[in-house]
């Protein structure tokens, strides 16, 4: 499974002595998304000859001897720096790894070292990381700048999977923008979503925080911008703001009363019904598209793509729903909520 989240604020690089590139790939026994990890390694010392391609297994190395800022593998660093958590598409990398000539002048007007170029991916505006999630709203402008210079923004796009329980590491996402899945496949291979997490949600692997995945995958189900947070750094954050630790209780009690909604809707209600009550859920009380494909329905009802695709048609039959190719507008909500709250 390709994870494929990339850093959005790219850090300008230089040119390691001798105009040698250095790409330190982290990967680990056991992680079925290094496999891509591992292919996009290839490919760069074949494409590129002058870039030192380095693959270095955090199962058989010191935790002294990996950086700080590598707590999950695949990690991909460019001369030091990180640039993507996961596996990066290969045009963001390649245009991180092809160097942009600069007219600097080097101290001392020593032209020949001005000629050495520099690779610079132009950052967008910063956007803050943590505004959305209310975990940090009792903190201060000061405080929030702190905090958000320890984090990693990321962003993936639609259909990614970014964590699958064989992953290592423990980690702490805030989902900044977008919506994400997190679900369960059967031994048989059926998806069942266990939760859909809106903007401002927090989620991860991290005991510290009281986060567990319980092996689940998380997958972006619309193109997503998250927050990426370590161990080290939410034990610092924390044990400095104890605030912090009574918001993270409070999600953990929300995040169970949506689990035993929809254990409820499985137990009493029909496929119907719970499909109305999803939609319902989705659009929200400004009544927004849904933007989900018929199986996304049915993983987040625990039902087949079929049964899915009828009882959608029959609901537009019955002028309850307008369907577009992955969107789902919502047209009649009194009668919509009529047919959530039937039981079987």
């Known amino acids: 499974m390709p994870v494929t989240p990339t850093r959005t604020i790219a850090p300008v690089l230089t040119r390691v002595p001798g105009g040698v590139a250095t790409l330190t790939v982290y990967v680990e026994e056991g992680c079925t998304s290094c496999h891509a990890a591992r292919e996009v390694a290839a490919r760069v010392r074949e494409t590129y000859p002058e870039v030192d391609v380095r693959l270095i297994d955090l199962g058989e190395v010191s935790s002294d001897e990996v950086p700080s800022d590598v707590f999950a593998a695949p990690t991909f660093l460019l001369d030091g720096e990180v640039v993507s958590l996961g596996t990066p598409a290969w045009e963001t990398l390649t245009a991180l790894i092809e160097h942009v000539p600069t007219d600097e002048r080097a101290p001392g007007g020593d032209e020949s070292l001005a000629s050495s170029p520099t690779r610079s991916i132009p950052a967008p505006e910063p956007t803050p990381c943590l505004l959305e999630s209310v975990l940090f709203q009792d903190l201060g402008d000061r405080e929030?700048?702190?905090?958000?210079?320890?984090t990693t923004m990321s962003s993936c796009k639609r259909g990614t999977v970014f964590f699958a329980p064989e992953e290592t590491g423990e980690v702490l996402f805030i989902l900044k923008v977008g919506r994400v899945n997190l679900y369960r496949v059967t031994e048989e291979g059926k998806k069942l979503v266990t939760a859909t997490l809106e903007p401002g949600s927090v989620f991860g692997e991290m005991a510290l925080a009281g986060q567990g995945m319980n092996g689940s995958f998380a997958e972006a189900a619309e193109d997503c911008t998250l927050c990426i947070m370590s161990r080290v750094d939410v034990q610092r954050v924390i044990h400095q703001y104890p605030a912090i630790a009574l918001r993270l209780l409070e999600g953990m009690a929300r995040r169970l009363d949506d689990a035993e909604e929809r254990l409820a809707d499985v137990a009493y209600k029909s496929?119907?019904?719970?499909?109305?009550?999803?939609?319902?859920?989705?659009?929200?009380?400004?009544?927004k598209p849904v933007n989900l494909s018929h199986q996304d329905i049915a993983d987040m009802v625990g039902t087949y793509r079929e049964t899915a695709t009828r009882i959608l048609n029959e609901m537009r039959g019955d002028d309850l729903v307008e369907l577009k190719r992955m969107r789902i507008n919502v047209a009649d909500r009194r009668r919509l909520a009529l047919l959530a709250s039937e039981v079987v």
């Open 144 to 150: 929030m700048a702190e905090i958000e210079r320890t």
């Open 271 to 287: 496929v119907p019904a719970r499909i109305a009550a999803t939609l319902l859920r989705l659009s929200g009380p400004d009544n």
